[in-house]
């Protein structure tokens, strides 16, 4: 809905506004702006939970969070 901020809401492959009328959208569009934000979700679900960040500093100090976060982010670099 990013690329089409007037969309409220998507029933299968139909897209509708508020008040429930149709939308036309262009599917490349979306799986262009899908593909190119795909990173975001990868990262999230690869980065260490905030309790072992918050471990990870306390016990190796700010060079070592760099470097795991940074491990992370070169394998799921922004697209």
Known sequence: ???YPSVGVIRGDDAFDAQG????????VV???IDANAYKEKRA??????ADQFDLLYHGG????KIA?????????KA
């Open 69 to 77: 976060i940074d491990a992370v982010k070169t394998q799921y670099p």
């Open 31 to 33: 799986q262009a702006y």
């Open 45 to 50: 679900n690869a980065y260490p939970s905030f």
């Open 1 to 3: 809905m990013a690329t």
């Open 62 to 65: 700010l060079d070592a969070w």
């Open 21 to 28: 009328n149709p939308v036309a959208y262009d599917m490349a």
